[in-house]
């Protein structure tokens, strides 16, 4: 059985660092696209940061210069977050794009989410 396990948040000051990891454990073939969301309180999830396996990463505009996505050769995934901000506060999920078998079609799966607050 596929699982994504989050880990790395906590509380940090206002301009401080955190690295969020993401294991991806299981019987896994390939994994497509690594996400990392977020979710603040009374707010709907948005997409921080992508990466896929041919090397493209993408991040959202409130992110860009502060946070960078990676992803190593196995089945994990990093969000280095510098320069945090209190509106950073979020539950932070990883999710993935992948194939457990090269006959399956590519699914999606995530992880339970790691808090991440952000104090001034």
């Known amino acids: 059985q596929v699982q994504l396990v989050e880990s790395g948040g906590g509380l940090v000051q206002a301009g401080g660092s955190l690295r969020l990891s993401c294991a991806a454990s299981?019987?896994?073939?390939?994994?497509?696209?690594f996400y990392w969301y977020r979710q603040a309180p009374g707010k709907q999830r948005e997409l921080v940061a992508s990466?896929?396996?041919?090397?493209?990463t993408t991040g959202s505009d409130s992110v860009k210069g502060r946070f960078t996505i990676s992803r190593d050769n196995a089945k994990n995934t990093y969000l280095q977050m510098n320069s945090l901000k209190p509106e950073d506060t979020a539950v932070y999920y990883c999710?993935?794009?992948?194939?457990?078998?090269?006959?399956?079609?590519?699914?999606?799966?995530w992880g339970q989410g790691t808090q991440v607050t952000v104090s001034s």
């Open positions: 999710a993935a794009i992948l194939r457990i078998t090269t006959n399956q079609a590519y699914s999606s799966y």
């Open positions: 990466s896929t396996s041919g090397g493209t």
């Open positions: 299981g019987s896994i073939f390939s994994i497509e696209t």
